[in-house]
C-alpha cells in the first residue's frame, strides 16, 4: 500500500496491538504509523539524479531511512524519539508532519500538527517579519483570520522588537529562528513535533520556548521531541522510542528505553574504541612508507620511561623518552632524525635541532633511543612528533610519528609551559644605598 494519509475513522490494526500492550485500557492513537517504508535515491551526479527524475534508468543507490516501520503515539504523551545520527527520526517526523511522503505504508494524523523542524525555512527573505506570518500560517492551513487572533502573541513572543517589520533578509540566523518557533507554538496545535529546536536563540529565549512547551504537555497535547540532550530527555519526556536504521528497537517507558539506549551506545563506543586501537597497533606494527620512493620505512614508535617500558603519562620530575625504528631501503647519503614536543593548544615546546640525531644510513633495519631530563616540562598533556631529515638535500622525508604522553605534577612548580631551575640570594641594604 502506498497512501500516505487516512481519516482517523479508517480501520487499523495498530490499536490492536497496542492494546494488548496496555493491559487493554482505551488507547487514543493521534498519530499512527503502519507498515511505513523510506527510501532516497543516491546518485553519482546531477545529471543523473536529472534523469533519474525524468524516469530513465541510471545507476543509483537506494538508502532506506525508515523500513516497514510500525508505531503509534498517544494523545496527551510526550515521547522522545531516540537514535544516532542517520538512524531515521527527522525522516519519521517529515513523514508525520508532511514535508515528505512514505514509499509505502501509511500514516494516520488526528488533529493540527505543528512542526519546529526547520525553524528558518518557509519564509520569504523579501518580506516583513510581520508579513512572513501570514505567509507561514498560509503555508501550515490556517486561515488568515486565525492567525490575527494569534498575531499579538506571536509578535511578542519572537520579541523582535522594531525588526518585525524589517525584510526577513536582514535577520539573523537566531532572529529567523525565533520567528519560526513563535508562530509554530501559538497556532494551538494539538501536536507538537519538536527536532532539536531548544538549540536556537540564548538562554533567556530558551527558557520561554522550554515553559511553552510545558503549557502544552499540562494541556495534554501529544508532544514528539528529538534532543541529543539525554538530561533534557529525561526531565521532559514521559515515553521513549529508540529506532537505529529505520527499524524500530524499543518503544515503552521512558526510562527502560533509555538504559537500552544508552547500553546500545556504550557497546558502540567500545567497538569503536578497539577499532581504532587495532588501527593503531596495525599501523605501528607495520612499516609505512615515508615517501612514494621508499626511501626510508617507519617501524615502531613507543615512548618509555627510564626503565624502557611503554607509557602514556610520567610524573613530573622523572626521566622519559621514546624509542623509534625505521628501515633503510635504498641508499641515502646522510639522514637525521628530529623530535617537536606541543602542549595541548598546539603551541610549539621545544624542537630539536636537525643535525640533533643522525640516523645510520646503511641498508638494514635499525632503533632510536632518545632520553629526555624530567623536571623540564610543566605539568598537562603534551605531543610529540619524530621527522625524518635527508640532511645533504635538507628535504624533509617525512613525519614519521605522533604520540601524547601526559606529564603529571608532584607538587606546584608555578605555572607556564618550561620549568625553569633558579637560584635565589638576598642581601640587606644600607641606608645610603638608592
Known sequence: MNLKMKHKNENNMLDEVTSDKKDKRSIEHVVKIQNVTKKYYMYESDMQRALGMMGLK???????????????????????????????????????????????????????????LE????????MTGRENIYYKALTMGISRAEIEEVMDDIIEFADLGVHINEPFRT??????????????????????????ALSVGDS??????????????????TILFVSHSMNTVKAFCTRAIWINKGKLMAEGDMEDVVVQYSEFLKEQRALLK??????????????????KRDIVKAGKFR????????????????????????????????????????????????????????????????EVKVM?????????????????????????????????????????????????????????????DS
Do not use: H
Open 372 to 432: 629526555l631530563d624530567g623536571g623540564e616540562l610543566m605539568p598537562g598533556a603534551y605531543y610529540i612528533t619524530v621527522d625524518i631529515w635527508d640532511s645533504l638535500s635538507a628535504m624533509k622525508i617525512g613525519v614519521a610519528r605522533l604520540a601524547a604522553i601526559d606529564i603529571k605534577p608532584t607538587r606546584y612548580k608555578g605555572t607556564g609551559i618550561a620549568y625553569l631551575p633558579y637560584r635565589t640570594s638576598q642581601s640587606k641594604l644600607t641606608e645610603g
Open 171 to 196: 535577520y539573523s540566523s537566531g532572529m529567523k529562528a525565533r520567528l519560526g518557533f513563535a508562530v509554530a507554538v501559538n497556532i494551538n496545535p494539538d501536536i507538537l513535533i519538536v527536532d532539536e
Open 204 to 221: 533567556v529565549f530558551r527558557m520561554k520556548c522550554i515553559n511553552k512547551m510545558n503549557e502544552f504537555r499540562e494541556q495534554g497535547k
Open 303 to 366: 615512548l618509555i620511561n627510564l626503565e624502557g617500558a611503554t607509557i602514556e603519562s610520567v610524573k613530573f620530575d622523572d626521566d622519559w623518552g621514546f624509542t623509534f625504528r625505521y628501515k633503510v631501503m635504498r641508499d641515502v647519503s646522510m639522514l637525521n632524525l628530529t623530535f617537536t614536543i606541543f602542549n595541548s593548544e598546539d603551541v610549539e615546546v621545544y624542537s630539536s635541532d636537525k643535525a640533533a640525531v643522525e640516523l645510520d644510513t646503511s641498508l638494514g633495519k635499525y
Open 119 to 126: 525553524l528558518r525555512s518557509n519564509f520569504n527573505k523579501e
Open 58 to 116: 541510471v545507476p543509483r543507490t537506494d538508502f532506506v531511512a525508515l523500513d516497514d516501520l510500525t508505531i503509534g503515539f498517544e494523545k496527551g504523551e510526550v515521547t522522545a524519539i531516540l537514535g544516532r545520527n542517520g538512524s531515521g527520526k527527522s525522516t519519521l517526523l517529515k513523514l508525520i508532519s508532511g514535508v515528505s511522503y512514505p514509499d509505502s505504508g501509511s500514516i494516520t494524523v488526528d488533529g493540527r500538527i505543528s512542526a519546529l
Open 274 to 291: 578497539q577499532k581504532k586501537k587495532e588501527d593503531r597497533e596495525g599501523r605501528e606494527d607495520s612499516d609505512l612508507p615515508l615517501t
